[in-house]
T-cell receptor
């Protein structure tokens, strides 16, 4: 089955700096890679995703890159703001129940 | 307007009790899930329900049982609650298996 590893587990940046979170996956057949943001007391919210037929996707300050050969994908946040502070999860399909497999999360803190 | 809604948001109960958490989605999705998030924020799949077929995670105790009266609802029943059941439980839905998941706000269950 699929296995998703996520690094780092915590990340602290100054407001305005960039943040990068990386994930690796094990199943070369996986073709869909979403990223979720979870704020305190709320459910995970889908913020961006990428499919295996593209290498990069951008949405304003957020971008995701995918390297299928190396089986890793990354989330890039530019010009970080305090409201970007949250726990971020990467995921990939392939769970035995037709579910997404989630990484263990990265707690991002943006200091003003 | 809420896409995936679950109730209650908080649930405090004594050991040995039986409780239920309700979930409804208005997205017209075929698939619904229950996830458990522990104190370390790890998201673990419990159940998937796709087109009237239940897919169970074998590691989930049989004290937990999902019930789906129709495609838009997947409720979670828990019998004989134990201290270790304390966690945040998330309902989610997807258009199909192995696609993007949309999460509810979560139910924080505390067993005392």
């Amino acid at each position: 089955g699929e296995n998703v590893e996520q690094h780092p587990s915590t990340l602290s940046v100054q407001e305005g700096d960039s943040a990068v979170i990386k994930c690796t996956y094990s199943d070369s057949a996986s073709n869909y890679f979403p990223w979720y943001k979870q704020e305190l007391g709320k459910g995970p919210q889908l913020i961006i995703d990428i499919r295996s037929n593209v290498g990069e996707k951008k949405d304003q300050r957020i971008a995701v890159t995918l390297n299928k050969t190396a089986k890793h994908f990354s989330l890039h946040i530019t010009e970080t703001q305090p409201e970007d502070s949250a726990v971020y999860f990467c995921a990939a399909p392939g769970g035995s129940q037709g579910n997404l497999i989630f990484g263990k999360g990265t707690k991002l803190s943006v200091k003003p | 307007d809420t896409a995936v809604s679950q109730t209650p948001k908080y649930l405090v109960t004594q050991m040995g009790n039986d409780k239920s958490i309700k979930c409804e989605q208005n997205l017209g999705h075929d698939t619904m899930y229950w996830y458990k998030q522990d104190s370390k924020k790890f998201l673990k799949i419990m159940f998937s329900y796709n087109n009237k077929e239940l897919i169970i995670n074998e590691t989930v105790p049989n004290r937990f049982s999902p019930k789906s009266p129709d495609k838009a609802h997947l409720n979670l029943h828990i019998n004989s609650l134990e201290l270790g059941d304390s966690a945040v439980y998330f309902c989610a839905s997807s258009p199909h298996l192995n696609t993007e998941a949309f999460f509810g706000q979560g139910t924080r269950l505390t067993v005392v």
